[in-house]
């Protein structure tokens, strides 16, 4: 499996060309690798160590730390379900436990098919709209359990297809910094005083 | 319900409410297309912008002082005020945008990045010109997918009309802003886990001193680190001017701020209100805003400022949402988190979830926290499954007591940051308050609370078996 394609090889040197140093770029890349195969394979993190001039070690330590770097295959969609405080106030656990049930797999596994991973996740910031959950990182709030068997129809039928796209792809919209505008990455030890501060210095006795 | 649903683009709207109270931040969430430059441009946008470089930048500094605008992130430090920080001569200086919002109970920053991304990147370049930062860091939490592709598609707009990039709007004001993507952290909200993040590693905090980040931040440079509802405010304020801002408010809380008021209310939302003179009664009780407990039920506590305050009860409603107050009544307005729990919540669960969440994110760095907070879940667990000991209660405020000697408000440190610290609150308020209702778990007598969290009747989740219960 899988080192980046070429596309995305091309597009991961983009993004190392945005910052100061190129390890920066590290989690955005892993999240490339996890775009083009759905999860993060060994074989892509000894390829990002590459790009960025570090051991593939370092690139583990870093995907590992972060919860949404998968190391193993996950379903096409992975359900997040929130149980923090203010879901657990009005249901999240019963909606946990509901998806657990209906999809016959605990809590951190996957169905048998490769269709569905569900898991319990800390808030998720959508609090006033309890419970919550996300299915590859899109929202649906207030859920009910019918909701939720709806849902997982239609995900299986490729009804949402358009506004789910599979585990791994995030933003579907890239920044994309035009060459004729890009200041470019400010390095240290290569910076001086920006001119529009030394073209308008503050007066003698004011501080800034 | 006097509220409007604004379309969030997935799942249902938000709730704004209809109320006269003065909007600086939210005033573009009633349009569909909030999101977009030509919506933005017809609103004022990028006026402020305009003002800002009229000006020079210890002018524009200036503005934001007079404003006397408090950091949103949780902390409320003045903004002008960190900016000053800065060591004079040293470059470059960079600003990092703390997008990472995820303290429990936390809705605001989302709604700003999703609905009104060019008002965050006028923000910034604002502030990017008063520093005099050559390059700037829109750090955005991972798991919000549509406001990366909002901001994404923001800031290719934004370079492509001349509001990014070399020379901007024909001036010598050139800096680029990057967007990056996290991918699960809670402990990279804070500053200094968020600038590790950045750098590649994993986010571990860094110990202040000497890592503060305005003198030794991203790559050891000086580095302003801005919430993203702080730095929102800037476009309002060089428009309208810091005077302005400032005549909003009371005491040292001025202008307005965004509360997401959720849990046991009838209308959970989020609601921009004046800062320091609405007080929480309002924002619970107000048709316009909570409207109230839900029905039939009474206020038993609620959370003031995110999982990381102390809780408050019904002796605390009259309290404005000002600064000073609230800290000096034990407690913080943090993050403008309120999360109301009626008579039926058990304090117990409830004391468990926000234990749990500390347990499951502390970094691990430091021995205080990482083995403090899972042993305060484990024994919480324990009691919570009828196999509590009647020394668990005094051990649990040991363990907190180690965590955080002496288990005051503000909290003592034995970590280098506050995340242990911060899961001792919840612990000591519901131990010290509802005493009773974990005495009745630990003798086997009934409990006190018998109605479901949730309103109904209580389904226990399976008992997963122990291989399982990772995380």
Known sequence: ?208 | MDLLAAGAGQGRGVAVAVTDAPKIITSRLVHDDSHTLDRYQATGGYQGLRAALAKRPDEVVGEVKTASLLGRGGAGFPAGVKWGFCPPGVWPRYLVVNGDESEPGTYKDRILMERDPHQLIEGVLIACYAIGCAQAFLYVRGEMALAQERIAAALNDAYAAGYVGQGILGSDFSVDIVLHWGAGAYIVGEETALIESLEGNRGMPRLKPPFFPAAKGLYLQPTVVNNVETLANLPWILREGGASFAELGAEASRGTRMFAVSGHVRNPGVYEVEFGVTTFRDLIYAPVYGGGIRDGHALKAFIPGGASAPWFYEEHLDLPLEKGAVDKAGSMLGSGAIVVMDETTDMVKAALRVVRFFARESCGKCTPCREGTSWLEKILERILDGHGRPSDLDLLLDVCDNISPGIAWPPKQTTICPLGPSAVSPIASAVTRFRDEFEARLGGAPVPVTVSMAGGAYVAAPTPAPEEVAS
């Not at chain 1, 379903?75 to 657990?88: E, P, S």
């Not at chain 1, 999809?103 to 996740?121: I, K, N, P, Y």
């Not at chain 1, 791994?168 to 390095?187: E, K, M, N, S, Y």
């Open chain 1, 1 to 208: 499996m899988a080192r980046l394609t070429l596309d995305n090889e091309l597009l991961a040197r983009e993004i190392i060309a945005r910052y100061p140093r190129p390890k920066s770029a590290l989690i955005p890349l892993l999240h490339l690798a996890q775009e083009q195969d759905g999860w993060v394979t060994d074989e892509a993190m000894e390829h990002l160590a590459e790009l960025v001039g570090v051991t593939p070690a370092e690139v583990l330590g870093t995907c590992s730390f972060y919860e949404m770097f998968k190391r193993q295959p996950v379903g096409r969609y992975v359900i997040n379900v929130c149980t923090n405080i203010a879901c657990q106030l009005m249901g999240g656990e019963e909606l946990l436990a509901h998806a657990e049930e209906s999809l016959g797999v605990r809590s951190g596994s996957t169905t048998a098919d490769g269709m569905f991973t569900v898991e319990d996740v800390e808030c998720i910031a959508a609090c006033t709209e309890a419970p919550c959950l996300q299915v590859n990182y899109r929202y649906r709030h207030r859920i009910t359990p019918e909701q939720f068997d709806t849902m997982v129809e239609d995900l299986r039928a490729g009804r949402l297809d358009d506004e789910v796209p599979p585990h791994g792809t995030l933003a579907r919209v890239r920044q994309r910094i035009p060459a004729g505008a890009a200041v470019g990455p400010a390095r240290p030890g290569e910076c001086e005083e920006p001119v529009w501060i030394s073209s308008r210095p503050a007066p003698a006795k004011g501080e800034g």
